[in-house]
Every structure is written in structure tokens, then in C-alpha cells.
């Protein structure tokens, strides 16, 4: 018998689901608004540039080979600034210099063993320099020293002879005391017992071979009555004064280094610039400059 039951029929339906757009629009939406507000920028500045402005952007970013002018008013702003207080921005484009060092080659054996071969000349020649000074120096004290025993004329100006080594060499110092001066108040030659004591400081200087430095000191007190002549002028005039005195008891003119007036400038008791003991003659027996032996470079 045939069933009156209908069959059941399942239907599946497939649904299509429409998607968004995503966010994809907005990144393009920003960079749209960006590049209108650069554009409205880029009109605003060119509204407020002048001409002479204009052109100074056109010239800095034109070819550097067609460029008008790298330097001055026909500079890149020409000789303007967008203020209008002055040129800010550089006569020229700025530029980028790369230094390419090359590392320093070895040095040959040879070449070391020469260089340091010279080194060594080089200190033994300045080693014997300074035993030949040294015992120059010396002698020439004990010389000056004898002879102003050996002279009564001179034994009274023992007092105001200082005799000592310093880093320029043997400085003999003829110094005033109180009661005693060597030139007078004021005056360019010295008394005749100081010429006296300058010669015979030249007859031992004038054997030895070095050359002579001669400077004159004052104290603090000014120069009277000679307007418009200072301590500086007294003191070179008398340094001068020595020179002749020292080249006419036979000191060659060629071993006179400098001649020079301090005035009070190098006080030799600086805690009173007013004591009698600063006017003074200095003759310094400089120590022999070194030598550089041939083809020596340090």
C-alpha cells in the first residue's frame, strides 16, 4: 500500500555577506587634506615674499653652474632676509667637504735608524753647547769679580753688582743702592765710575762668543720736569748708553742681540716698586741657540 507521507525536502541557503569598504579611504582622506594644506601653505608664503625674495629662491634652487651670483647682494637672497633685518641665509649653498686621510706608511729601517742616528747628533751637539755655557758663565763670574777686587776704583761697587744664571744666561746687573746710583736723577749717561765697571764687564765679555742682551730698568717713580719723556724713553736711552760704552772698550757690534727699555715694568723687588734697587742696568750673556745639523728635521 502506497504511503500517503511526503518526503521532507531540506533547502540549505547560502547566504552572500556584503563586506564594508574598510579603512583604506581614510588614509587616502588624510593625505588628500595634507597636500591641500601644504598647497594653501605654499600660497600664503608666496604672498607674503617679495620680488627680490622670489628671485633669491629661484637662484638657490637653480643649477649652481647658471647661478648668478655666490657671494654679496647678488647672493641667494639677495642681500635680504624674510624679515627685512638682513641677509640670514649664506652667500652660497652649503657644501659637504670629505677629508680622505691615507694611513701613514711604515718607515723603512733605514730610514729610522737615520733619523734616529740625526736625534742623536742632535742632543750630543746641545749637550756640548750647554757644558761650553756653563763653563763660560762661570769663568766669566769669578773674571768680573777678580777684577773688581783687584780694582780699589771698583771694590766700593761691589754692592751694586748682581751676578747670576737664568734661563737666558749669565745676567750681570749693575743696580742702584741708596745713597748711591749709578746715572744721575734723570740723566742718559751714567756717573763715571758705572762707565768704568761697563768696561771692565767688556773686557771679559769680549772673549767668549756669545751674544749680548741690554736692558734698562727704572723704579715707579716718573720722570720729572721733561714733559712728554717717560720712564720708557730713559731706560732705552740708557740702554743705549751701555751699548756704546761696551762696543767702544771693544765689544763687536754683531754680538749686540737687543737693546730695550723696560722702564717699571720688571720691578727686581716687585713688593716695593719704589725702591732704589729696581733702576738698574741688565747685560745678560745669552746661552748659544742650538744648531740644526744639515738635512735634520724633527
Not at 583604506?24 to 600664503?44: E, N, R
Not at 757644558?131 to 763660560?136: E, G, I, L, Q, Y
Not at 753688582?161 to 745676567?171: F, K, M, Q
Not at 719723556?229 to 754683531?254: H, Q, V
Amino acid at each position: 500500500m502506497a504511503s500517503n507521507e511526503q518526503p521532507i525536502i531540506l533547502k540549505k541557503v547560502k547566504k552572500v555577506v556584503h563586506g564594508h569598504h574598510g579603512g583604506a579611504w581614510k588614509i587616502a582622506y588624510a593625505d588628500f587634506v595634507t597636500a591641500m594644506m601644504a598647497f594653501f601653505l605654499l600660497m600664503w608664503l608666496i604672498s607674503m615674499t617679495t620680488p627680490e625674495q622670489k628671485q633669491g629662491l629661484a637662484d638657490y634652487f637653480a643649477p649652481s653652474n647658471v647661478s648668478r651670483s655666490t657671494s654679496g647682494a647678488g647672493g641667494i637672497m639677495g642681500g635680504t632676509a624674510f624679515d627685512e633685518t638682513g641677509a640670514r641665509m649664506p652667500g652660497t649653498k652649503p657644501q659637504v667637504v670629505m677629508t680622505i686621510s691615507t694611513p701613514a706608511q711604515p718607515k723603512s729601517p733605514e730610514l729610522a735608524e737615520k733619523e734616529a742616528k740625526r736625534a742623536a747628533e742632535m742632543n750630543e751637539l746641545m749637550q756640548q753647547k750647554s757644558m761650553r755655557d756653563a763653563k763660560n758663565f762661570q769663568s766669566a763670574a769669578e773674571s768680573i769679580r777678580q777684577a773688581m777686587r783687584e780694582n780699589p776704583d771698583l771694590a766700593e761697587l761691589s754692592r751694586n753688582l748682581i751676578i747670576d744664571e737664568t734661563p737666558e744666561g749669565l745676567r750681570i746687573q749693575i743696580v742702584d743702592q741708596d745713597g748711591r746710583s749709578m746715572f744721575p736723577s734723570g740723566n742718559v749717561e751714567p756717573y763715571e765710575r758705572t762707565r768704568r765697571l761697563l768696561e771692565e764687564v767688556a773686557k771679559i765679555l769680549v772673549r767668549l762668543p756669545n751674544r749680548i742682551s741690554i736692558s734698562g730698568h727704572t723704579d715707579a717713580n716718573p720722570v720729572s720736569g721733561r714733559p712728554g719723556y717717560s720712564n720708557w724713553e730713559l731706560t732705552s736711552d740708557r740702554a743705549n748708553a751701555t751699548r756704546r760704552i761696551l762696543e767702544s772698550a771693544g765689544l763687536s757690534n754683531d754680538r749686540i742681540y737687543q737693546v730695550v727699555g723696560k722702564a717699571d715694568s720688571e720691578p727686581l723687588f716687585p713688593e716695593d716698586p719704589y725702591m732704589a734697587a729696581n733702576r738698574r742696568l741688565s747685560v745678560v750673556l745669552l746661552r748659544e741657540a742650538p744648531v740644526t745639523p744639515p738635512g735634520f728635521s724633527p
